[in-house]
């Protein structure tokens, strides 16, 4: 049987940051309906779970409705792989300018007048 | 001090995903040029060490030159964090998609005749 690139130990960070976007997608994406994509009740699961920290006030249905109407760019109810990749996507970004703008901000200290 | 997103500890496979995707950005962008983009050279580097089992033949100068000129969509010369990500989500969902398909491609074992 030959190796797929799921069974197969990451060998890199990169490698491990895929895999564990695509296991923690469907390790709820797999608990009722269509296995393959994300219910309302699988990605509010997800988000409280996996983003709790991120996104702080997630656990009120009206962000989790937020989320899920932004993302479901075809209307039928579900979040599919990729919309969930773009909703990472924006996050990892969005953290990305935030840890520069802090870095940005940090001024260099002054030096003590001999 | 305020804890910021990148000193915290990760509580979640996506918080990790998403720290690793920043950092592995950071360890490359940050060798020459400017700090917060990847040249040529840095690129090269980042597919050959970080991907170099996924993108199999990126070690020619061909394929990163295509990866460079597909990513690069403000014809800079310079592949941003907001560009590695599109990349990085496009490889995502083509990795899952292989995936599925392989899994589809199992047959179900037939149940032996009584």
Excluded: W
């Amino acid at each position: 049987m030959p190796d797929t690139i799921m069974s197969k130990e990451p060998t890199s960070n990169l490698e491990s940051a895929m895999q564990m976007l695509i296991k923690t997608f469907h390790k709820y994406s797999g608990k009722e309906g269509d296995k393959y994509t994300l219910s309302r009740g699988e990605l509010k699961e997800l988000l409280i779970e996996e983003l709790g920290s991120y996104l702080g006030n997630s656990k009120d249905n009206e962000a989790v409705e937020k989320v899920m109407n932004d993302l479901d760019s075809n209307n039928d109810g579900e979040v599919d792989f990729t919309e969930f990749i773009i909703l990472m996507g924006a996050l990892t970004v969005a953290c990305n300018d935030f840890f520069l703008e802090y870095k940005t901000d940090e001024k260099p200290q002054e030096q003590p007048k001999e």
